[in-house]
């Protein structure tokens, strides 16, 4: 797998975060809130909904939502 992260869009990444379980909590302007409830908390991030989200907006969303870089990999 390579270092850098793939160049995708906000709705991308929602179509993403979707597959593993995360619902729409709400949108307000051009950034959407997410969240996926488990049985030992929960994962919530926002994400905004540009053409192409930057790197460093990309890696603190997969921080965010407690997946890799791999796992993205996967799920697009």
């Known amino acids: 797998m390579s270092r850098h992260l793939p160049a995708i869009s ?3 990444m929602i179509r993403a975060l979707r597959r593993v ?5 709400r949108q307000k302007g051009s ?3 997410l ?3 488990t049985v030992g908390g929960y994962w919530r991030t926002i994400v905004p909904l540009h053409r ?3 790197p460093g907006t990309l ?3 997969l921080n965010q939502s407690g997946l890799s ?3 993205l990999a ?3």
């Open 31 to 33: 950034h959407v809130s």
């Open 21 to 25: 379980g995360f619902v729409v909590l």
């Open 52 to 54: 192409e989200l930057r």
């Open 35 to 37: 969240e996926k409830r």
């Open 10 to 12: 906000g709705r991308e």
């Open 69 to 71: 870089k791999a796992d």
């Open 74 to 76: 996967g799920l697009l």
């Open 59 to 61: 890696s603190d969303i």
